[in-house]
């Protein structure tokens, strides 16, 4: 069973960073397509970013661009979520999932059980 780890989240105050790892223990990341995602209290899930497996092309969602960078270190087999000038809507459990390639929801064949981010004063 393939399972996926997110690391990095935490509390952190507005205008605050953190950055999200996602790692997969006996699995190789370098052929699939990661994809960061997240679900707020009550809210359906998002995607958020998204890096193709040859680290061609990035993605996102149009409310982090400017302050999320998603990026690969194929080596270290993770991928990171490089959050800045973090917002309280940014609240929410971070999932990393992977795909062959960038897609909806529904194209992810591999889930991490998620990390907390919770940004507030």
């Known amino acids: 069973q393939v399972q996926l780890v997110e690391s990095g989240g935490g509390l952190v105050r507005p205008g605050g960073s953190l950055r999200l790892s996602c790692t997969a223990p006996?699995?190789?990341?370098?052929?699939?397509?990661i994809g960061w995602f997240r679900q707020a209290p009550g809210k359906e899930r998002e995607g958020v970013s998204c890096?193709?497996?040859?680290?061609?092309?990035?993605y996102y969602v149009d409310s982090v661009k400017g302050r999320f960078t998603i990026s690969r270190d194929n080596a270290k087999n993770t991928v990171y979520l490089q959050m800045n000038s973090l917002k309280p809507e940014d609240t929410a459990i971070y999932y990393c999932?992977?795909?062959?390639?960038?897609?909806?929801?529904?194209?992810?064949?591999?889930w991490g059980q998620g990390t907390q981010v919770t940004v507030s004063s």
């Open positions: 999932a992977a795909a062959m390639l960038c897609g909806s929801t529904a194209d992810y064949d591999y």
């Open positions: 006996g699995f190789t990341l370098d052929y699939y397509a």
């Open positions: 890096i193709s497996s040859r680290d061609v092309s990035s």
